[in-house]
């Protein structure tokens, strides 16, 4: 099994992408947001390759699905 399958995928591909257009968002937003709002987003903009990537690391179909 090839466990960096998941590289493949048009999904994670996307959310790559999207992380780097919401960094390139986040330099514009106002100073003041910088440790509040911009930090929000970029922890949730990031967890959506990192879910998938490690929900290809599980080993049952059931924890697979969780992530």
Known sequence: MNY?????????NYSKELVK???LLLKKFPKEEEYAL???L?????????????????ASSKE????
């Open 21 to 23: 257009y919401i960094y």
């Open 38 to 40: 911009c930090n929000q």
């Open 42 to 58: 970029r922890r949730a903009v990031i967890s959506v390759p990192s879910n998938i990537a490690e929900g290809f690391g599980r």
């Open 64 to 67: 697979k699905i969780h992530f």
């Open 4 to 12: 960096f399958y998941f590289k493949k995928l048009d999904v994670y």
